[in-house]
């Protein structure tokens, strides 16, 4: 059986603990109609998927992270603050208020802005890295 490291568990937890606070926060200080475009869902999980490629850049390119660091941000934090379930929530509540072209522009720009981010983001990281 594997051994866990209390340090990478307390990294999860912590990390987890203050991307759900701030997706929360977010969610009820930004809130919008239930049929209207879910505007924090879609920055949240646009800039974690952000924080996600910029980290993948930096491991790409050898810059020494901890795995603290990275369970920390990535499972931790980026797990708890991005939402895709919320995402489906909020998609099924517009197919059920008959907003079909909403439903499908939310689900589609969602993933297309997702990909977008996380190819800045590495695009980013990797300039940056070489310029260090």
Known sequence: MAQFDRREIVAVFLGG?????????????FSVGAADWPWVTFAINA???????YMAARVQAGVPETVHR????????CG??????T????????????????????AVSSVVT????????TTLGRRMRRTA
């Not at 800039?47 to 490629?53: E, P």
């Not at 990275?70 to 934090?77: E, H, P, Y």
Request: aromatic content about 14%; proline content about 0%.
């Open 17 to 29: 603990a203050l991307g759900s606070l701030l997706r929360v926060w977010l969610g009820r200080r």
């Open 47 to 53: 800039s974690g998927s952000f924080v996600l490629g």
């Open 70 to 77: 990275r369970l920390f941000l990535g499972t931790g934090f």
């Open 80 to 85: 708890a603050y991005t939402t895709f379930s």
């Open 87 to 106: 995402m489906q929530i909020e998609i099924l509540g517009m197919i059920d208020d008959e907003r079909l072209g909403l439903a499908f522009a939310y």
């Open 114 to 121: 997702g990909y977008a981010a996380i190819a800045l983001a």
